[in-house]
């Protein structure tokens, strides 16, 4: 077969091959084992406290303490053109970078070796010099004597076991109770790196809290109850991101305790155990009419009939919940609401289609092709198995053969079921989701709920994505490609030559009446390859199409 497909071994290990793209994005915080830890590093809060010989490092201390002062931050000199002419990159994802502006040996140099108490970064945070950050330190602090200490080491940059090495956090406790309002406790941080070092790294973090209703933090970590509920501190440090869970609870309650089920379901389970922990006393057991319409609606997105009520109602089975709930499972209305929320996560719309004389027939492909599966409770792997791992042609089918398949799915007269095809490709083919940058995006939106879209050009800022990050993913996606490959065009020509379009007339019209009439016209198609496909001619003078209803 002359055109590329997806190597044999991509195509037999597609669900391995999610699976690993899912373990490095869910997992990707460096959780693994580090095998027996050396003592804990003193924090450099501790070590710089008073005059040392030690030499900061680069990318362990330097960039953290300018990250945790925010002076990389996007209103700072992380700003696109930086700030008085000195720019870092934002929140210290390039290291090479920032020891570039740093070691700047202007007139004066900022980081001054040879004399380092005259270097600029360390006359404008301790306002010996102007500065329109204001005061960020005191120059009797452990911060300046950190930042001194490096530039007095001829400013080091990171070495290739720095830029090798990876870090994990652990945070201590792992979880917070406050027992009471308006007290406090304090988060430790301890950074493990792979190269054995463990550090105390609580004074170079940011912190930052999910709700200060609850709970807030200061910049040292220390983390005070402000209501009651829950909440999480999340800690950034470097490429690391972590995150402690905060309980205040409630005063015990006086109030007799609600009539809990005999048997919870797993995922109740957690929910009494963060009540628990909470001091709430769950609801009391919904009735039977709160039941049944709360099943319809989770489950079909419909209320029920009245007549459906009654029947409900009158029957004095002990299981009747449970026959409800695999009624509703085992109906067109389950499947028909699920498809819908399935299509609409995953991008289905006629305004994205990739043919734009077809876009209503793709986008009805695209939902019986979801319906089926939901219908026959196809395990949901499967089913994401069938939209990310596909190409166009079945295996060992010719492009003639496979442009006739989908010419087949778009007559007027008993057109065939696309249903029945193993793949779906429309999700990689949308005109939306072009390009490798695009389909990363769009991969990580829908089947892992990351918003990566940050990484794309700098570090996140929320979360532990870094550009790097984001460029070995999008290396899965540059093969796939969308259009025409070379193998296909002489024959692709052949069809075109086949329909007869008068002269100056544009050429969609007539190709999409010649299959709606049960015939051949050659297609675009989704394939794994390194070629560039080059498009149909016609498809270029297409209008834009219409917008869905």
Known sequence: MSRCRYPTSLRRTSARWCACVLALFTGGNGQGAYGQQPPIRASAAERFAASTDEAPNLRRHVVPLLTRLGCNAAACHGAKGGQGGFELSLFGYDYQHDLVELADEGDPPRANWRSPQESVVLHKPTLLESHEGGKRFDAAGWEYRLLLNWIAARAPGPTPLDDAASVRLELRPEAITIAEL????????????????????????????????????????????????????????????????????????????????????????????????????????????????????????????????????????????????????????????????????TGNSEEVMPSPQFVHEESRQWYDWVYKRVKDNQPYDKLVEGMIVSESRRPGQSYQEYCAEMSSYVRTANPADFAQRETMPHFWSRRNVQGAANKTLAFTHVFLAVQIQCAECHKHPFDRWTKDDFDGLKRFFEPLAYGRPASAQSESRRLEAAIKVPKGHRANPYFAQHARNGGVIPWKELYYGQKTPQPIQAAAATPAPRAAP
């Open 182 to 345: 308006e007290q406090s406790v304090p988060l430790q941080v301890i950074a493990h790196w792979s190269d054995g070092l463990v550090e105390d790294v609580t004074p170079l973090c940011r912190f930052q809290t999910n709700d200060d209703a609850v709970a807030a933090v200061d910049q040292a970590g220390r983390i005070a109850s402000s209501g009651y509920g829950d909440t999480h501190v999340v800690v950034f440090y470097d490429k690391a991101v972590a995150a402690a869970p905060v309980y205040v609870p409630r005063p015990p309650s006086d109030r007799p305790a609600a009539t809990r089920p005999d048997a919870l379901a797993p995922v109740d389970r957690f929910v009494q155990d963060k009540l628990d922990a909470l001091n709430i006393e769950p609801s009391e057991i919904c009735t039977d009419e709160e039941f049944l319409r709360r099943v319809r609606l989770d489950l079909t997105g419909s209320l029920p009939t009245a007549n459906e009520v009654r029947q409900f109602l009158a029957d004095a089975s002990a299981d009747k919940r449970a026959a409800k709930i695999d009624q509703l499972l085992q109906s067109p209305e389950y499947a028909a609401w699920w498809t819908t929320w399935i299509c609409e996560l």
